[in-house]
Antibody, heavy 119, light 107 residues
Framework: EVKLVESGGGLVQPGGSLRLSCAASGFSFSSYWMHWVRQVPGKGLVWVSRITSDGSNTRYADSVKGRFTISRDNAKNTLDLQMNSLRDEDTAVFYC????????????WGQGTLVTVSS | SYELTQPPSVSVSPGQTASITCSGSKLGDRFACWYQQKPGQSPVLVIYQDTKRPSGIPERFSGSNSGNTATLTISGTQAMDEADYYCQAWDSSTAYVFGTGTKVTVL
């Protein structure tokens, strides 16, 4: 069974930093692209970032470029998102998601972790 | 930037067919997929690559994509299908784009 478990969310002040982690199990982690997707409570889904299976290539949404950094450790089966210079508008539930094989979709999602940016 | 537009809400009677549309420029030229999200839960993939159903998704869920519109159809809708539904596609400039979301109500 594919399992993705996010952690690291919480309350942070504007301008602060937070590091999210996603622990993966039940599949060959090193074979899959991985993503972060966020959702403001009550609003829609927004893609944040993705990393290729070997970690050699990353891509970011314009709204987080230069502030967020995605990384992975294939030996530990973990995916991270380092978030710096956080803004009020970054408040959201952050989901870790596995990229679907051969296509640009997300075939498994974690339960999400809530990030609240507020003074 | 690329955008996908969905109707905010769709209502359907139990046992009837619900159709949810997703509109985007030349959407039919790229693959579309659909996610179901129930309150307080994570999204679940129900259709990928326009028409394919992941393992475990009931046959009453089907998809199509042509021209500027992708459609998710739920045949014989059940109360358990009440949820928010999001389409999604990939664009070379915008990357992964989600639709605006549709709330399906089973009356």
């Amino acid at each position: 069974e594919v399992k993705l478990v996010e952690s690291g969310g919480g309350l942070v002040q504007p301008g602060g930093s937070l590091r999210l982690s996603c622990a993966a199990s039940g599949f060959s982690f090193s074979s899959y692209w991985m993503h972060w997707v966020r959702q403001v409570p009550g609003k829609g889904l927004v893609w944040v970032s993705r990393i290729t299976s070997d970690g050699s290539n990353t891509r970011y949404a314009d709204s987080v470029k230069g502030r967020f950094t995605i990384s992975r450790d294939n030996a530990k089966n973990t995916l991270d998102l380092q978030m710096n210079s956080l803004r009020d508008e970054d408040t959201a539930v952050f989901y870790c998601a596995r990229g679907g094989s051969g296509g640009y979709y997300f075939d498994n999602w974690g339960q999400g972790t809530l990030v609240t940016v507020s003074s | 930037s690329y955008e996908l537009t969905q109707p905010p809400s769709v209502s359907v009677s139990p046992g009837q067919t619900a159709s949810i549309t997703c509109s985007g420029s030349k959407l039919g030229d790229r693959f579309a997929c659909w996610y179901q999200q129930k309150p307080g839960q994570s999204p679940v993939l129900v259709i990928y690559q326009d028409t394919k159903r992941p393992s475990g998704i009931p046959e009453r869920f089907s998809g199509s994509n042509s021209g500027n519109t992708a459609t998710l159809t739920i045949s014989g809708t059940q109360a358990m299908d009440e949820a928010d539904y999001y389409c999604q596609a990939w664009d070379s400039s915008t990357a992964y784009v989600f639709g605006t979301g549709t709330k399906v109500t089973v009356l």
